[in-house]
Nanobody
Framework: QVQLVESGGGLVQAGGSLRLSCVAS????????MGWFRQAPGKVRELLAS????????YYADSVKGRFTISGDNAKNTMYLQMNNLKRDDTAVYYC????????????????WGQGTQVTVSS
């Protein structure tokens, strides 16, 4: 059974930092693109950052570029999202996902989703 399990969410003050983790299990993800998404109330789910499981190439949405960093540890089957200088607008449920792309890591078909972790940023 394939699972993506997120952790690390919580309540943080504006300007603070959090690190989200996503542990992947149940299959080999070599060749997959991994990504972090978020969804705020009343808004569509948006892709924040992505990375190829077996590579270093990354993509970031403009809204998080320079503040968030995506990384992976293949030995631990874990993907991370380091979030710095958090803003109230970053409040949302954050999801990790895995899928396959056709050459562009900011456009990939999702095969697996995690259950999500809540991030709340207070002023």
């Amino acid at each position: 059974q394939v699972q993506l399990v997120e952790s690390g969410g919580g309540l943080v003050q504006a300007g603070g930092s959090l690190r989200l983790s996503c542990v992947a299990s149940g299959r080999t993800f070599s060749g997959y693109t991994m990504g972090w998404f978020r969804q705020a109330p009343g808004k569509v789910r948006e892709l924040l950052a992505s990375i190829r499981w077996s590579g270093s190439r990354t993509y970031y949405a403009d809204s998080v570029k320079g503040r968030f960093t995506i990384s992976g540890d293949n030995a631990k089957n874990t993907m991370y999202l380091q979030m710095n200088n958090l803003k109230r607008d970053d409040t949302a449920v954050y999801y990790c996902a895995a899928g396959l792309d056709l050459g562009s890591i900011d456009d990939f078909t999702i095969s697996y989703w995690g259950q999500g972790t809540q991030v709340t940023v207070s002023s």
